[in-house]
């Protein structure tokens, strides 16, 4: 459980390095960032190379104590090399070049932009491989930030004709897989395949996602390539990317891989703008984020490399970027701060250090203001500090949780390709689903569709589009070895060339649920039908309702739509959904579905979430108001950070080893 | 009264075919439509002819019995086709070539194409002009869908230059015409003409207004071309078109004189989210679709052939490209396959036979699930099969409806082009004054501005912009011979060449009307002025609101606003509108006018619409809810469908013959 | 105070010009503007001059007494030159040149079109430079309209690397000042410079307001140019330029410098739609436009050229380019030309004579309907001419206010490329002071950043961002003298550089106000902390707050939000404003501050406006009801105009002379 900042060197003048370095030491930060963005100055021309400059800044990190994460510069290819090349740019979906003046303006299928971007980072892994300061490494910057991951480029157009030769081998099997018959799509040479854009009415659906599967694995090769590049340069310590928050352009899943340690950038109050939720909630966080923004995200990225996490950003006050950018409510840095280290994090790291009064994100707070004082989240940062050690004494190891929530990119890119239901948002869909669980203070694992599932109470599909067999066979598995599971509408509609299963939805996971969809009733915002589980108040669907085909139905009805509609089926403990329900309606099912299983479940105060981190339990109040742990919470032996009563960004922190 | 459907050979094992046309026939299907959108089935190569498996495709279907309606392919020229000659793209209104990867991305201006289409339509109709089996051709397939009427390609600049010096002969006639001195926007010749595309600001009215009658005309003439050529190569039977609902974008009466047929494609719940109506309307009727959506399609494609027309694609499901697809209430297929045969249908084919499980339409509803088993509209095309017969004994002769109400193209142009009043939809308003009348218990014709108008008792003019004195004089006669005129603003308010008319709005029509338009108020959504029309609620006008010049009045103000300003006048029995009116007061100023000439009219409860056809009156509920009929209607001789109580999508049929 | 009108000969036959001019003097007007948009007639073929037409018509009105306005046609560059310098086209954001058929395509920055420019008004300026009839020349017309000013040709692209090697000298500098290593911006050579466009995310702020900054330059070099060459071929009366409302693409006090009257174009009802109001504000006002929209920008381009100034477009009727075009309410265009008199305005001049049948203008109002009769504001222009003459015997010269308001166009700018918070619009904000202002009955000036503050009661900075030490300076002796200072939120945030002072913001501004701000919480719609002020209903900041050092804060806080955070602080007299607050709390805070310094205010009754010119004093009512004048307004004397009691668009006007 460390701290770390983002630090420019390059920003400041070389006097004010050894200083800096002093604060962040006394400030009880032990490791830092550096150098990404920064090509233009270690090749400020074609060729030139000045790393003299970095190997001071390194040195005078490093005398200070300081561990250090090493960016490599390439979201920000200078202008000598656009102007050399400018067929590196990334290309919109109208056509157009994505110009130069701000950052990853690159396409990753551009071959010349491979062979410039293995240059650079061999050149500096070369000099700093075996640098004994340098803890990590960081590969890029935030890959497919500002809306870069989808580029028409004749590169990329011409990559997707050969990535399709490689998995279809030829146009038949592809025309058939396609179903390219219709419209008069079917070609008769991979030299023929366009990208799908531009096209009068809606492009082919599974030419669609194959392209952007075909773009998820650029960022994997391309990420690899850099990968290679610096251990073939020597380095041995970890490899990190820091990946964000709501972005799900490109399989994370697939790009950890080559990692050692998945990281994340956490902004949640400029991504609660950006979140489905409704005004009420906005204005109500509007200070604090949602309180499931950050755990949702602690907990995916979590399941990258193996347990490895690090927040390599986290926001330390106001940020730039938002449509309207609040100030945080005092407390909330270190709230935010312990509660990825309650998610398992390694490291959570600031960024930035010193807020910079120049450029895009002058308005971006930092540990320090612009003329180098304290900011106000200075106090929060060494409240933190000082309560580290004390937890750092207990058993911190992260445990399997008792739930695992599914998550395939896969599912977000289908219903973004065929919605069918205005709003139907396959990731508010995945958030909605964790936060019923989170209400219900449950810890959960998010999971590839790849998984394991072994030791899971209770394994959840929100809506796993694409199922295949494998997957299915899992799940008949963990079925048969006790794990409760809960399937949402739209699982198994599709197969993995986005077709309609041979027998209908949910195609392979029809035997566990005991169902067979015949229809499918788009629900238009006005249209919610209702339904009242017990427990809860009265709920509905929303977006999206199937109906059932009854000749072939082997589920109970368990619950129905007060319209009479299905809206609950059961097979033999198996428990599918037949619409998108409301959060609170989740909630009672989970309740309903945790009380078969013998699994305790709190509902706690609005805004309050619990985190158990080995033997410490953690508690977050996201209100603005003051909120009280339940009774049965209450720690006999008292706590180690806080109280029963939260105030508002509280956070209570106490021992549950026995 | 026949039934129909739309069926894909190539997209099922050739070994399906015979029992699929075993299972039509057996369904009641007699007429099956195939062929268009097969062209890279039937040329996969430049050049390399295959009908073999379309000559097998006839065969199987004509030994079961069916008549066929035979597509031409044109409206999804193939990815070779496009290679060889991209000119053939539409250009969108930024430049853009509208990329191939769906359909009609082809431009009606590009010669290469109108060769092209020529050929492959001239190999079609020489193969099968002859087969006994084929009853009717359909001329490629729903022209301008997907917003593809309007190209910029240098084909279709070029192109209008020779329409503009063919309509003006000279460049100063058109200066003239066009006022174009305004801003220095003459031209010395034809070829400075642009397409008015691209401009800083609005570009010249008149000058849009011809560019989308040059529009229009090109898809007149190349349909011409696929005509001319069917007919050229033998082809002696019916040839169709099928339009599409709401869509306004070329003249479809010019279009539909070279036809035999006039069909269109009918998706009540689709179109329910396009059309002009209300959140709480589109939450009421989101499974049935609005109740005068067919209904005035069927109307408005029933005057474009001399009374032959069919429905070509009625919805039997859910379809995939609304924003949000509702399931049809049950019962819903069967209540518009009778209310088309209620209005004239000679055939109501359904789209699809069965659906594709690939492909953009993998969600748009078939008779048959995508794996082959009955949808739930099977049973519904069954009770429609089954009713047919019983009332095919009576006299089915469509005859003239009491009513005319006037609907012109170019009017919808017009307001498009020059709206000044947010929200001026002259569809809407048409759809509007139809609604109204309809909800009286009327049966309407529609008729365009250049129809004869003997012989009505009513003829309603909405919103006829461009008036010339022909038509003045055709209403001149028919007021004289006792038809009463009623006369929405805004009608008379341009010259053909889109100027103000010479002696001010309404133009032409001044005499009849006995007004003259000084001032128009343009109505902000918020300014509703009021007034209270007698038996009607109190009703508002909105958007438009014309003040009459008190030295030229010669009609007397009949009904005013609240705030005194005049609302609808009369001269010698012509009512004129001053505004737009709610759709409560235009019923109000229908059946004052009804009692005028002593028309009955029969206030239909919500929901409900009628309509007659020789010696059977058909109800119709579209309601969610039960409905009864009015006790005036209940006929002594009982009900050949249904009862005096309708259930929600019921139907209720009962002879009028006496 | 004489009354003018734009008149179009080459729209008209010329048999019709002499009617036309005798009309005009009998209406009482005296001044005519001719000229501007007739390219096309004056030389329709490249080369081929026509002037005689024009000369005919400058005989015939010169002949009937009326002084003419010559403009200069180059808004509207003809097809021909055009089509043999397609480079003169503006080029929009998305690299699209922008296309011929309306008006102001050309560039600024294209040297071909400047040269075009120079030969024509010089031609024109050689032919009636010595005309004794033309009293004044227009050049060109609205700078800017739809969209103008920011072009991205290639010619812009280049002019704006000349434009940045002027200003900086060397890139190092221009590197330092923009902090371009920042992300790698840094460039190594002028000609590496792009135009700010078309980035990935937004692009760096400091290079967006340098090339606004650059923008804005070119259309004062371009104007100089034509200013320039009418000197240069003779011209030696008045050159007049008519700007625009609500419109700040460029700074306007810099073109104005080389103008001798500015004049602009009043449509408040057009604008009502365009401005910052809520809808019922614009119901309300519908058929008047906003009460302080001609008041505010009279007050504005009085400010430009030593207080001479015209309105040259003043509506006379519905215009036709709004969302929804209302007609005025009856009597409101006497109100307007009265209250431009009021302001101090030379010459009202009404747009257009006659409304012409054809082209994009074909519903805007004239005086004259399109056949040639009366329009409605025919007898409100003759009440105007008769009134007139009875207040010219009073003193009517426009002496200094009490307040001045000052208004800097880098500050809109500056809040345009950086809001940092949803909505927060500069102008609007300095509109909104302004009617606080006007509501309580004061007269205001509006100044720019540079003006001497002499004698000023009070001075008062809605959102000063980019302050400079020269400003503070002024600001300091204009306090030392006496003055109120009144300075909102945002103000001194930024260097002329675009970056935040090395002392944080207020910068320059800190030693007066005594505060420093640490922290902004950018305000969502929903966050409206609330705050009550003495005399006040309660009140609100909306979308921007700041939060205070408290370490340095020197001043006192006056007032608090209901949270308790500073909303209103005095330093020695100095107010400064936290947040943006709502209309209703600024008039309670410059209420109090008028207080401080015994200057009388009025709060008006809603609707009513007052404004004194020499010993004239005028009150109008933009409300849609009737109105009272205060008690204690009431002229002993009588009134010369009205009365007490104002009618819907009623003008009380009265002497205040002792
Ligand atoms: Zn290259
Ligand atoms: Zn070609
Ligand atoms: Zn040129």
Redesign the pocket.
């Known amino acids: 459980m460390q701290l770390g900042v983002c630090y420019y060197p390059e920003h400041w003048p070389s006097q004010r390095w050894a200083d800096d370095a002093r604060a962040m030491v006394e400030a009880g930060i032990s490791v830092v960032r550096i150098g990404e963005f920064a090509w233009s100055r270690l090749e400020p021309r074609s060729g030139e190379l000045q790393f003299e400059w970095l190997d001071r800044a390194v040195a005078t990190l490093a005398e200070a104590g300081l561990s250090i994460v090493m960016g490599t510069p390439t979201a920000t290819p200078p202008k000598w090399l656009v102007d050399?090349?400018?067929?590196?740019l990334a290309v919109d979906e109208h056509g157009r070049p994505r110009g130069f003046g701000s950052r990853r303006h690159y396409c990753f299928a551009s071959p010349?932009y491979r062979t410039q971007s293995e240059r650079i980072v061999r050149l500096m892994a070369e000099r700093y491989a075996n640098h004994p300061a340098i803890i990590a490494w960081q590969a890029d910057n935030e890959y497919g930030c500002h809306d870069t991951i989808l580029s028409y480029s004749p590169a990329a157009r011409e990559g997707f004709g050969h990535w399709l030769e490689k998995h279809y081998g030829d146009v038949e099997t592809l025309n058939h897989a396609w179903g390219s018959v219709f419209w008069s799509m079917e070609v008769t040479g991979f030299e023929q395949i366009e990208a799908p854009v531009g096209t009068v009415t809606e492009p082919h659906p599974a030419i669609v996602l194959d392209y952007r599967r075909y773009c998820s694995d650029l960022v994997v090769t391309y990420n690899r390539l850099q990968v290679d590049t610096l251990r073939g340069a020597g380095v041995s310590v970890d490899i990190i990317h820091n990946f964000m928050g709501l972005f799900t352009e490109f399989d994370h899943f697939d790009v950890a891989r080559d990692l050692d340690i998945a990281s994340w950038d956490s902004y949640p109050l400029g991504f609660l703008e950006r979140g489905a939720h409704d005004e009420a909630t906005r204005d109500y966080y509007r200070q604090q984020g949602h309180p499931d923004f950050a755990g949702f995200h602690h907990d995916l990225y979590r399941a990258m490399c193996q347990g490895r996490w690090w927040v390599m950003e986290q926001q330390p006050g106001p940020v730039n970027w938002a449509i309207s950018n609040a100030a945080p409510l005092p407390g909330m840095v270190r709230l935010w701060s312990h509660e990825a280290f309650a998610h398992g994090a390694e490291v959570v790291s600031y960024f930035r250090w010193r807020q910079a009064p120049f450029a895009q994100e002058q308005m971006h707070a930092g540990l320090l203001l612009p003329d180098g004082s304290q900011s106000r989240a200075w106090q929060e940062l060494l409240a933190v500090r000082d309560e580290l050690p004390g937890l750092a004494q207990q058993d911190i190891t992260t445990t399997q949780a008792s739930v695992a929530l599914m998550f395939d990119y896969s599912a977000v890119w289908a219903c973004q390709i065929q919605p069918h239901a205005a709003d139907f948002d396959a990731l508010e869909l995945h958030l909605s689903w964790y936060s019923a669980l989170r209400r219900l203070g449950l810890d959960v694992d998010i999971i590839p569709p790849t998984a394991a599932l072994d030791g899971y109470a209770m394994v959840v599909l929100p809506c796993q589009v694409i199922a295949d067999e494998a997957l299915a066979q899992r799940l008949e598995t963990a079925h048969a070895s006790g794990s409760r599971l809960i399937i949402g509408a739209r699982s198994g509609s599709r197969t993995p060339d986005f077709q309609i299963p041979a027998n209908l939805a949910p195609g392979p996971l029809a035997p566990l649920t005991g169902v067979t969809i015949d229809q499918v009733d788009g629900l238009r915002p006005g249209a919610r039908p209702r339904l009242t589980l017990p427990g809860s108040p009265q709920g509905h669907g929303l977006r999206w309702r199937e109906q059932l085909d009854e000749n072939r139905l082997k589920a109970r009805i368990v619950h129905r739509f007060e319209d009479g509609m299905p809206a609950v089926t059961d097979h033999q403990g198996v428990t599918y959904l037949t619409a998108w329900l409301d959060e609170d309606s989740m909630m009672a099912i989970f309740a309903e579905a945790s009380r078969a299983i013998d699994m305790a479940t709190t509902v706690l105060p609005e805004g309050v979430r619990l985190r158990r981190r080995g033997t410490l339990c953690f508690a977050f109040n996201y209100a603005p108001e003051p909120r009280h742990l339940p009774d049965h919470l209450i720690p006999a032996a008292g706590y180690l950070v806080g109280g029963t009563t939260l105030p508002p960004a509280g956070v209570s922190i106490w021992s549950i080893a026995h």
């Not at 050399?84 to 590196?88: S, V």
């Open positions: 050399a090349h400018p067929e590196i010349v």
